[in-house]
């Protein structure tokens, strides 16, 4: 992604970019506890500056990030709903399916849509929307055939009730008469995994 998303800033977002070595390479691989290869190289990273006032790493293109982003890529057709933007990396390969019909994105901060949205490839099948994802309702009659939430800058089981609050309020929109339909959120049955880990370990 560095090589589409040059370093620049924009209000309360900027892209920076990291330069790994073998050394450093190894070490960003662990994420969370698991270990996902990266290669050595330059990456593009996401800062935006939060309500709290304070700026949070809301996403890079590191192997991790890549990996847990890739089901998401394989499983789009049809109508796809993304919750987050993040640095548009899976919005290329999406966009190369003609299995995808339309792509709504929902975006919550403005600054975000402004920095990335000119490197995203032109197409009259994706719609950006500002707005938090949250507070956002689609039209009544919409229904679609992949839901993808990732909106999320770290992984935490906290965020177990952010998730379940957006698929009970989602599955409504779930095209039911697709029988390929799919909903999501980025992380989830890792964390859930987690969850369930740190909780036995406390018996």
Known sequence: MATILSEREHGGARIYHTTFD???ARSASYVGGQYVATSPGTYASLLVRTESGHSECMMS???YERATCLEIVKRAHGQVLIAGLGLGMILHPILDKPAVRRITVVEKYPDVIDLVCPTLPASARLAIVAADIFAWRPPRDARYDVIWFDIWPDIATSRL?????LHRRFARYLNRA???SWMESWHRRETRH????SAA???
Do not use: F, H, I
């Not at 009730?161 to 609050?165: G, H, Y």
């Open 22 to 24: 073998a050394a450093g």
């Open 194 to 197: 987690l969850a369930a880990t």
């Open 178 to 180: 697709n029988p390929e």
């Open 201 to 203: 370990s406390t018996r």
């Open 61 to 63: 293109d590191l192997g």
């Open 161 to 165: 009730a952010e998730m379940a609050r």
